[in-house]
């Protein structure tokens, strides 16, 4: 069953050419959920790389990394320098740092370590930095150089990987990139839309979820949990007609998303079901869910809440 619950580099380590920087996937992103991916293009001159550092700007909040086989996770955490909003509640602290270490990237290998959050509190056109360092058997490499208005990124020696802030979508509420209506989410090949949840009768337990993911990758990736603090279990479940009554059951395993394709968790079809459900879903709230991929990593989507009229799809359900 899926049940989710200035330069600071040694001398011998400069980089030889501009193109091998340390650098962000995605270098653009509007305010929402955003997945950060800092691409490490070699390990130091000569050398292995056996730790990575990525230090947590300020205005990228909820932040949760990813795992890497054969290497150890550690994370920092500390107070923000003001409070910020994240699916409908205050934080003032969290995640400030990352470090992964005990692996080795060889000097002519390549490799991406990767963080999931929300921007929150952040204006169009501002530039976030993640400076990061890398840690060698005799040195280190930091990627902490913060251009001037104006520079060239390319003058510098070292400069930190940076994220431009794009414009709010949705009349810049700050809640872009959760998936709302027709709001998608993007995380790695993996698009995320038409999010909602269905509003629930007062003492009901369980309540239904809904949602689109495609995959535009050329690989398949996997659904493999689940959570969300409104509900005490997350499951993903399917319906069928069996004898002509409307059978609702959880999947069994892990949902895949097949490269190229499009799965839909809709009405009558394959859905999302928050079980433990303490205070019921009321229309024109919102439900906050976290997503946990194979592949795209930890994607948090906020679901709209729209109303209970209209059933899921018709006929009489039984577990």
């Not at 070699?42 to 947590?56: D, I, L, N, S, W």
């Not at 810049?172 to 698009?191: F, I, N």
């Not at 609702?248 to 928050?274: C, N, Q, S, W, Y």
Request: include cysteine; hydrophobic fraction near 40%; glycine fraction near 14%.
């Amino acid at each position: 069953m899926l049940q989710f619950a200035a330069a600071s580099a040694l001398t011998a380590f400069s980089v030889a050419t501009a193109y091998a920087h340390a650098s962000l996937e995605t270098a653009n992103a509007a305010p929402g959920s955003y997945k950060a991916v800092v691409r490490i293009p070699h390990g130091c001159e000569g050398q292995a790389t056996h730790t990575v550092r990525v230090e947590v700007p300020e205005g990228y909040v909820g932040v949760k990394p990813m795992p890497k086989a054969g290497w150890t996770l550690a994370v920092d955490s500390g107070d923000y320098q003001k409070s910020y909003n994240l699916h409908g509640r205050e934080v003032s602290s969290g995640t400030k740092a990352v470090t992964w270490s005990g692996g080795s990237l060889e000097d002519g290998h390549y490799d991406e370590f990767v963080l999931s959050g929300s921007l929150a509190g952040v204006e169009e056109g501002q530039k976030l930095f993640f400076v990061t360092t890398q840690t060698c058997a005799d040195g280190e490499v930091k990627w902490d150089e913060i251009p001037a208005v104006g520079q060239d990124l390319h003058s510098l020696a070292h400069p930190a990987p940076g994220l431009t802030i794009l414009a709010a979508e949705g009349g810049g509420h700050g809640h872009a990139g959760h998936g709302g209506g027709e709001q998608a989410v993007v995380a790695g090949d993996l698009e995320i839309t038409a999010a909602w949840a269905r509003a629930m009768l007062p003492g009901q337990p369980a309540g239904g979820g809904y949602l689109t993911i495609a995959n535009k990758g050329d690989e398949a990736d996997r659904l493999v949990g689940a959570s969300a603090s409104a509900a005490g279990r997350v499951e993903i479940h399917t319906m069928e007609v069996v004898d002509d009554v409307m059978v609702m059951r959880p999947v069994d395993g892990e949902l895949e998303i097949p490269a190229g394709e499009t799965v839909e968790l809709k009405p009558g079809g394959l859905h999302i079901m928050f079980l433990d459900v303490s205070d019921p879903f009321r229309e024109g709230g919102t439900v906050a869910i976290t997503l946990e991929f194979e592949k795209a990593g930890s994607v948090d989507v906020e679901l709209p809440v729209r109303s209970a009229r209209g059933g899921d799809g018709g006929g009489h359900h039984k577990h």
